[in-house]
């Protein structure tokens, strides 16, 4: 399974476009990239999935590079409830097993 | 429409003990995984369960043990309790097929053991 890295820690504006990067060099060429967060208390969320295009669906935006080795999820008006743990993972080509690093830790001021 | 569902919320064991957790896939869903998540750290894959087999596992002992009914819920057991086993538990389920299925996660059952 490809290993992420993400930044411990970031905080955004409201209502202001917040970019969250994620590293993923070692990933391979049919492992798809797939992001969730954790609001406290509660279980991971999915958020978004994508293999080599861009994606968008109504909560955010991933942004693959050409090479896939990296990726940024981007939630284009930051609200209070965005504040939450963001994880990117890649669970390989069968897709049976998430392994989540430490994720980046979001902070949405108003 | 009815996502994963976990039950019990919280539960209280001592060392030693014995414990099951159980999982309810979200609706047309077939595959589930279970999730160990220690205090301020992300999510540890434990096992995965399809067709009432263990799929894949990952690096736990044999005292983390799983069945899958034929209506897809799952139950995690837990045998002779840690007190590092104080956690929070995760069932995700997802749609086996296309390998490219998102997991979605229920809320988790915290377990504390004194």
């Known amino acids: 399974d490809a290993k992420t890295t993400q930044p411990p820690s970031m905080d955004c504006a409201e209502g202001r476009a917040a970019n969250l990067p994620c590293n993923h060099s070692t990933i391979s060429g049919n492992e798809y990239v797939y992001w969730y967060r954790q609001i406290h208390s509660q279980g991971p969320q999915y958020i978004i999935h994508?293999?080599?295009n861009n994606e968008t669906n109504e909560m955010a935006s991933l942004i693959i590079t050409e090479d896939r080795k990296s990726s940024t999820l981007i939630l284009p008006h930051a609200t209070l409830r965005d504040t939450a743990v963001y994880y990117c993972?890649?669970?390989?080509?069968?897709?049976?097993?998430?392994?989540f690093g430490g994720g980046t830790r979001v902070l949405v001021k108003p | 429409d009815a996502g994963v569902t976990q039950s019990p919320t919280h539960l209280i064991k001592t060392r030693g003990q014995q414990v099951t957790l159980r999982c309810s896939p979200k609706?047309?869903?077939?595959?589930v995984s279970w999730y160990q998540q220690a205090l301020g750290q992300g999510p540890q894959f434990i096992f995965q369960y399809y067709e009432e087999e263990e799929r894949q596992r990952g690096n736990f002992p044999d005292r983390f043990s799983g069945h899958q009914f034929p209506n897809y819920s799952s139950e995690l057991n837990v045998n002779a309790l840690l007190l590092g086993d104080s956690a929070l538990y995760l069932c995700a389920s997802s749609r086996t097929g296309n390998s490219n299925q998102p997991q979605h996660f229920g809320d988790g059952t915290r377990l504390s053991i004194l």
């Open positions: 609706s047309g869903h077939d595959t």
């Open positions: 994508g293999l080599k």
């Open positions: 993972t890649v669970p390989g080509a069968a897709g049976n097993k998430l392994t």
